[in-house]
């Protein structure tokens, strides 16, 4: 069953849009035309597919791993507690509702 979540662009405008099971949010973002360039493919070694989730969301989802840590400290805009890399996170029933902001362009 899809999700239903909705993003906020870079302008702060929101949308409301699917999230497919098989997608990781990336994946979903990319599919519904944000703006994001995901330049390593999801393999969590670039940064361009940096989100902000609500804190309680991002402290659900589990340890982000050494990598996405490195990345992330790096990246414009960073905020330990709601900054994860889109390709890391993987659809679960659970995230449905949730709202994701694209983080500012690197």
Do not use: K
């Amino acid at each position: 069953m899809s999700n239903n979540i909705t993003v906020i662009d870079r302008a702060g405008s929101p949308s409301q849009v699917e999230w497919e099971p098989e997608q990781t949010l990336m994946e979903a973002l990319r599919d519904n035309d944000f703006p994001l360039l995901a330049s390593c493919g999801g393999t969590a070694s670039c940064a361009t597919c940096h989100v902000y989730l609500e804190s309680q969301v991002v402290a659900g989802l589990g340890e982000r791993s050494v990598d996405e840590i490195e990345l992330l400290e790096e990246a414009e805009g960073f905020d330990a507690e709601t900054s994860r890399l889109s390709c890391q996170i993987a659809h679960a029933q659970s995230l449905d509702g949730i709202t994701v902001t694209l983080a500012p362009e690197e």
